[in-house]
């Protein structure tokens, strides 16, 4: 088996053009737009961006599915800026590259978000390659809006689950984002395939009431059982709190609630993600990973 090192990103990629005005009009109003700027975006991207802020030297490996465009050669060119390895970013004909219209309010201190899914959509189980990427890690993030893996796979559930088995049997310890309510978590094997599953409060709420009536802890309690491999983390509006196989336990709360705001699940993640990496404890971890990016 090879030697490997470093993480795999994978998810959304997108070209973000951002436009910052003083506060939302009402609807059917006009707000000046005070500034803008484009930016590359997605959650792969953010994912990437956050790992080489905790290390300069960690190998980095970008995967998914941008257009033959303007925007698809905006995001290589981002990647190797953070001197990424990008033979997995794959482009297509088919679709443009993602993009989003990012309205940012200053009063509010808030962003709204008008997303173009493009080639994101394409991103199918056969795009993943485990032979030539030497990565030790598989983080993958959006899965919500990648429409491709969900597609039901007899043995795992989904496409997803029949990727983090393939990296999994190739030697890589396999991690997922969630944002949105997945009830697919439920009562699918997708989870078995999983080292690491990190959770919004949102999504974990979803499964608790429907798996898990007395709460989190017992619902965090179910999502183990179900065959995570290592434990899981989740980003609250208050608190960040991890949870291992183990039993054991950290929790940090954000002083004031609001910081929490800044830090993006994804960031979020790949934070927590790379103390598990390096291998520092949970508090370690979560300190890290609460840092707003």
């Not at 080489?52 to 800026?81: N, Q, S, T, V």
């Not at 033979?87 to 201190?109: K, M, S």
């Not at 059982?225 to 980003?235: E, S």
């Not at 054991?248 to 993600?273: R, V």
């Given at each position: 088996?090879?030697?490997?090192?470093?993480?795999?990103?994978?998810?959304?990629?997108?070209?973000?053009?951002?436009?910052?005005?003083?506060?939302?009009?009402?609807?059917?109003?006009?707000?000046?737009?005070?500034?803008?700027?484009?930016?590359?975006?997605?959650?792969?991207?953010?994912?990437?961006?956050?790992?080489?802020?905790?290390?300069?030297?960690?190998?980095?490996?970008?995967?998914?599915?941008?257009?033959?465009?303007?925007?698809?050669?905006?995001?290589?060119?981002?990647?190797?800026?953070?001197?990424?390895?990008?033979?997995?970013?794959?482009?297509?004909?088919?679709?443009?590259?993602?993009?989003?219209?990012?309205?940012?309010?200053?009063?509010?201190?808030?962003?709204?978000?008008?997303?173009?899914?493009?080639?994101?959509?394409?991103?199918?189980?056969?795009?993943?390659?485990?032979?030539?990427?030497?990565?030790?890690?598989?983080?993958?993030?959006?899965?919500?809006?990648?429409?491709?893996?969900?597609?039901?796979?007899?043995?795992f559930g989904a496409a997803a689950g029949k990727i983090f088995h393939?990296?999994?049997?190739?030697?890589?310890?396999?991690?997922?984002?969630?944002?949105?309510?997945?009830?697919?978590l439920g009562a699918n094997p997708l989870a078995q395939t999983l080292?690491?599953?990190?959770?919004?409060?949102?999504?974990?709420?979803?499964?608790?009431?429907?798996?898990?009536?007395?709460?989190?802890?017992?619902?965090?309690?179910?999502?183990?059982?179900?065959?995570?491999?290592?434990?899981?983390?989740?980003?609250?509006?208050?608190?960040?709190?991890?949870?291992?196989?183990?039993?054991?336990?950290?929790?940090?709360?954000?002083?004031?609630?609001?910081?929490?705001?800044?830090?993006?699940?994804?960031?979020?993640?790949?934070?927590?993600?790379?103390?598990?990496?390096?291998?520092?404890?949970?508090?370690?971890?979560?300190?890290?990973?609460?840092?707003?990016?």
């Open positions: 088996m090879p030697q490997r090192e470093g993480f795999v990103c994978a998810g959304t990629w997108c070209w973000e053009h951002v436009k910052t005005i003083a506060h939302y009009p009402e609807a059917g109003a006009q707000a000046t737009i005070l500034r803008e700027h484009t930016q590359a975006g997605g959650s792969a991207f953010a994912a990437l961006s956050a790992l080489r802020r905790f290390d300069a030297d960690l190998p980095l490996y970008a995967l998914g599915m941008i257009g033959e465009d303007e925007d698809g050669r905006a995001l290589l060119a981002a990647c190797h800026k953070l001197e990424a390895a990008t033979f997995q970013l794959q482009t297509t004909a088919e679709a443009p590259t993602a993009h989003a219209v990012v309205i940012h309010a200053e009063h509010e201190n808030a962003r709204t978000r008008f997303y173009f899914p493009g080639a994101n959509h394409l991103l199918a189980a056969e795009h993943f390659d485990f032979k030539h990427c030497l990565a030790s890690w598989l983080h993958l993030s959006d899965y919500d809006l990648l429409e491709r893996l969900h597609l039901p796979e007899a043995e393939a990296a999994r049997a190739a030697g890589l310890s396999t991690a997922l984002t969630v944002t949105a309510p997945e009830k697919i080292d690491y599953l990190i959770l919004t409060a949102r999504a974990l709420e979803a499964f608790a009431n429907e798996h898990a009536p007395s709460g989190e802890q017992e619902a965090a309690a179910r999502l183990l059982q179900q065959g995570l491999r290592c434990g899981l983390a989740l980003l609250g509006a208050d608190r960040a709190w991890a949870m291992l196989r183990t039993g054991e336990q950290a929790e940090i709360k954000f002083s004031p609630p609001a910081n929490a705001k800044n830090l993006s699940a994804t960031s979020f993640g790949a934070g927590f993600l790379y103390g598990r990496y390096a291998g520092w404890n949970l508090e370690r971890c979560l300190a890290a990973a609460t840092v707003s990016q």
